[in-house]
């Protein structure tokens, strides 16, 4: 008899899936769901150094939404970029341009600095202004005065004889290898001429419709100039290969785990009900997955979508529970056998969940946000299955050829003993020995990459082309006022010239001195001059007219980042925080890994920091492996108080066949030659929530002559297996670490459980 209660609370449990999924819907119309592509958006917070991610977001998001091309053709480098900026146009018309500088736009970028002729100095000429006797001086004066088509100069020669603004903005200009010639930018190395053309989408750099819109204009950009060598980099471009491989991993393992679990289901039970109801299932578990997960995180990262494709297999453990208790067994027993089963079905969902918890405590918000997906829609299936099953499906489950195969493999299938046991033991022994013998850990940020190798080198060849300063690697500084905070840049710049392993550097400090620097180059171009005027007048033979007595304005940083000039450089300028202190980054050029030891040593920890993001986020994953290693400990004890609860003496046939798949699962990875790392630790983590079902579920029914409790963990393993082992075909190298880890302790689980339960009732022992 089915009382009332459990006829209302199916019904009450689809009303609430219907009002999710039409809030789903609405959000999704209003364009609030959100895709994520970003890997660093996985990585974690450094909370002991906030201004550290401060810095890592200003630069980010200075480089967002923007493409720098490089075209050369063999004849006529202008023409095909005409062209490919033609097509472009025509195929993304929303995005902005520029491969052109008009000569309106030079002669402000010159003038913008002529207020501060005298007060702009170059190293080497505040050198020679301090040392170089007046007669040499003269004779510069004069050289400038009668050659003027040497460096630029901004103005009159009487305001800046030396021309020391035409010598400062000069070495300004070497900072950069493009150069605008004949209105257009270009670039010129041992290949030939280079022509440039910077796009600006407009939009976020993870947009995944205007990335792919992008991404597409520029193939056909590209087709359109046969002749010619594109290059072409920016994070929109890597977040759209990151989307489309994401993409491509989705459908291959959603539809790769969907396919082999209903292929199972239909051998299993021989009708289309019960893959019907698994899909249903599976989609409800998927859509309060989503739901949940944008309500905590208010967006979804495509890798959690990745992890999500897998939530088919492990969902569809407790629909082969239900169907495997029901094998030749009448069908008016359903609901009986449903209450008989649930005890273990949620002791079974409660050590799964256990491990999503404990992947949930990491401080990544990637793993945070992946063990929420899937620990909501594992819940949600359950509830699912719970609740549904018996009400939708009335029909027989007779026996078929593959379960009766199951049934006699589970008769034969050996006993563990002392004499089995002790050979097992030493097998597993000189295993993990050889193991721990050759394995190695590796923890490098990299792991986490899945960028394209034609991308990534095309994106290497510019950079190095360019010579652009590496984001990875740089000073953050800070100070209580700007004048303070421009002071210390030139003291870090002062250090850095003698150094050799760097090809440069990139500094605010470099377009704006500090204030205290601006007067003395000021007051020692005026005495000098004062020194040297009655010479230049003897050797010209006329009087000459002394400058104007206004002192130069002093240049700040604000004025410099209103203005176009500073487009380069105004985004290391990261303001005044909330304490009130000034902060800024100093990047660097043609950075050797030799050179990094004693770059970090320049930095005093306090108001000059030495931030290597990669070294930094891979010292983390390392510090991260150590302490999930130790959580893992502590789980295997809870889990172990858990059985002990339920199980009684013989909680220890549960748990310790997952603990040896886990063990013999990593030292496979290490005979297989790939390094430990965090990932493999987090998928035995996982394994630990799911491999103990299968001995919860073989104790409940642990007789040898009926089949139902190993028919159901052999298609629970199998659809888990079928989830997680498809992650191992993954291009990320930590989704295919975790997924040959996970994939290999299924199976190991699976096969090894059997061998811990005895055909009696283990209970008792």
């Not at 529970?321 to 069908?331: N, V």
């Not at 409660?350 to 949930?360: D, E, F, N, R």
């Not at 320049?602 to 030495?610: E, K, N, Q």
């Amino acid at each position: 008899m089915v009382d009332r209660a459990s006829r209302l609370a199916p019904w009450l449990w689809a009303l609430a899936l219907l009002l999710m999924a039409a809030a789903l819907a609405l959000a999704a119309c209003k364009g609030r769901v959100r895709i994520n592509t970003d890997v660093l958006a996985m990585l974690p917070k450094d909370e002991r150094r906030p201004e550290v991610e401060q810095a890592m977001a200003a630069l980010a998001r200075a480089g967002e939404g923007r493409i720098i091309v490089m075209l050369r053709a063999p004849k006529g480098s202008e023409a095909a970029m005409d062209r490919f900026i033609a097509k472009l146009q025509v195929e993304a018309p929303a995005i902005k341009l520029r491969h052109r500088v008009s000569d309106a736009q030079q002669a402000d970028w010159l003038s913008f600095f002529a207020p501060q002729r005298g007060a702009l100095l170059t190293d080497a000429q505040r050198q020679s202004l301090q040392t170089a006797p007046s007669e040499a001086l003269a004779q510069q004066a004069l050289t400038s005065l009668m050659q003027p088509m040497g460096l630029p100069r901004v103005g009159r020669w009487i305001d800046d004889p030396f021309n020391t603004l035409g010598a400062w903005l000069a070495e300004r200009a070497q900072g950069s290898k493009v150069r605008a010639l004949d209105g257009r930018l270009r670039l010129a190395d041992a290949q030939g001429d280079w022509m440039l053309a910077l796009i600006d989408s407009g939009a976020s750099a993870f947009a995944l419709g205007d990335n792919e819109r992008i991404a597409e204009a520029l193939a056909k950009a590209r087709a359109a100039v046969p002749e010619a060598q594109v290059l072409a980099a920016g994070v929109p471009l890597h977040a759209h290969a990151a989307a489309a491989q994401a993409q491509r991993e989705m459908h291959l393992i959603g539809i790769g785990s969907l396919v082999g679990v209903f292929a199972l289901s239909w051998f299993a039970f021989a009708r289309i009900r019960p893959r019907l109801l698994v899909l249903l299932s599976v989609g409800s578990g998927l859509l309060v997955a989503v739901a949940a997960t944008l309500a905590v995180f208010g967006e979804l990262h495509l890798i959690t979508l990745v992890f999500g494709a897998s939530l088919v297999g492990v969902a569809e453990n407790y629909a082969s529970s239900h169907y495997s208790s029901r094998i030749a067994q009448p069908p008016a027993q359903r609901f009986a056998l449903m209450r008989e089963q649930l005890p273990t079905m949620v002791l079974a969902l409660s050590t799964t969940l256990a491990g999503y918890a404990l992947l949930a405590t990491t401080p990544f918000p990637g793993l945070q946000q992946v063990a929420l997906f899937s620990a909501a829609g594992l819940s949600a299936a359950f509830v699912s299955t719970w609740l549904w099953f018996p009400h939708l499906d009335a029909g027989p489950v007779p026996v078929r050829p593959l379960t009766r195969a199951l049934g006699r493999a589970w008769q034969r299938w050996p006993q563990l003993n002392w004499r089995s046991g002790l050979i097992g033991g030493v097998v597993i022994a000189a295993l993990l020995a050889a193991a721990a013998w050759c394995g190695q850990a590796n923890d490098d940020i990299r792991l986490l990459q899945n960028t394209p190798p034609a991308l990534m080198q095309e994106q290497i060849d510019i950079g190095r082309r360019l010579d652009l300063p590496s984001p990875a690697q740089f000073y953050l500084l800070n100070a209580g006022s700007e004048e303070v905070l421009l002071e210390r840049e030139e003291t870090l710049k002062a250090k850095l010239a003698g150094m050799p392993g760097i090809g440069g550097w990139q500094a605010v400090s470099d377009w704006v001195p500090s204030p205290a620097r601006q007067a003395s180059d000021a007051a020692l171009v005026q005495r000098r001059w004062a020194e040297v005027s009655l010479l230049v007048a003897e050797q010209l033979g006329q009087p000459v007219p002394q400058p104007d007595a206004v002192a130069a304005p002093v240049l700040t940083v604000e004025a410099w980042r209103a203005a176009p000039v500073s487009e380069a450089a105004r985004h290391q300028w990261l303001g005044r925080d909330t304490d009130g202190r000034w902060h800024s980054v100093v990047m660097l050029r043609g950075v050797s890994r030799a050179s990094l030891p004693q770059l970090a040593a320049l930095a005093d920890g306090t108001t000059v920091r030495w931030v290597d993001k990669v070294a930094d986020v891979s010292e983390l994953l390392a510090r991260q492996r150590i302490r999930m290693l130790g959580v893992l400990a502590i789980a295997v004890g809870a889990v172990a108080a858990l059985l002990a609860w339920r199980l009684g003496a013989a909680w220890w046939r549960a748990l310790v066949p997952t603990l040896l798949a886990g063990s013999l699962a990593l030292a496979a990875t290490a005979l297989l030659g790939q390094p430990w790392q965090l990932f493999h630790v987090l998928a035995l983590l996982l394994l630990l929530g799911v491999g103990v079902d299968y001995g919860i579920f073989l104790l409940a029914q642990p007789s040898r002559r009926d089949l139902r409790g190993f028919v159901s963990i052999t298609l629970a393993a199998a659809s888990t297996w079928l989830s997680f082992g498809l992650l191992a075909l993954s291009g990320t190298p930590a989704l295919r670490a975790f997924g040959l880890t996970l994939g290999l302790g299924i199976a190991l689980a699976w096969f090894l459980t059997p061998f811990f339960v005895n055909d009696h009732d283990p209970r008792n022992d």
